[in-house]
């Protein structure tokens, strides 16, 4: 078991910044692809960013690129998440997610073993 908890979400106007954070405890944090994941009010689930177990390879959705940036400490066995310039669209849940595979968490996310709670995001116009 891998169990997931997310923090740093928050309200911040537009342009600010968040740093999210996804504390991992469980199995080896390591031995896993992880990635961010987001759901607005009314819409389904999106992919935001991946980043493989060693952390050599991120991948980003086309709507985040340039601004998010995805990294990990897997000593500190915790997933980040720093995101500029922030836009009212960006308003959502954000969510963790960890899989054996990272063309699971790139691609089939319903078949991600893990997920945290989730932490909110509003960025306010």
């Known amino acids: 078991q891998v169990q997931l908890v997310e923090s740093g979400g928050g309200l911040v106007q537009t342009g600010g910044s968040l740093r999210l954070s996804c504390t991992a405890s469980g199995r080896t944090f390591s031995g896993y692809a992880m990635g961010w994941f987001r759901q607005a009010p009314g819409k389904e689930r999106e992919f935001v960013a991946a980043i493989k177990h060693s952390g050599g390879s991120t991948y980003y959705a086309d709507s985040v690129k340039g601004r998010f940036t995805i990294s990990r400490d897997n000593a500190k066995t915790t997933l980040y998440l720093q995101m500029n310039n922030l836009k009212p669209e960006d308003t959502a849940v954000y969510y963790c997610?960890?899989?054996?595979?990272?063309?699971?968490?790139?691609?089939?996310?319903?078949?991600?073993?893990?997920w945290g709670q989730g932490t909110q995001v509003t960025v306010s116009s």
């Open positions: 997610a960890a899989d054996r595979t990272l063309t699971d968490v790139r691609s089939n996310p319903d078949e991600c073993e893990y």
